[in-house]
């Protein structure tokens, strides 16, 4: 029996990849939905550097398929779990959405 992925490794691979491209994906659509003027509110790096960070790490997400655990992937995750772990906090509370 025969399926789309040769061995439980190429699957763990593939559910990571899909998990670093979502989570890039997410932040980078996310830091376009907040004001510029919130990011230095939050003292945090302008807008522009975090859609830059961002966009990378979508474009790093993609070119590490299908081994997300080098260094392209991890470098994506880095950059969008900063994002998602410190600055998306920090924009919600600017914002008067967080706690």
Known sequence: MSNIFGSIQELIYFVFWIAVLVLSVFGFVDAMRHRPD????????????????????????????????????ILAVVGAGVYAADVRPALRRVMGQGR
């Open 38 to 73: 919130a990011f230095t509110a939050a003292g945090k790096a302008s807008k522009p550097i975090w859609l830059g960070i961002l966009g990378a790490a979508v474009a790093l997400s993609f070119v590490s398929y299908p081994y997300p655990f080098q260094m392209t992937g």
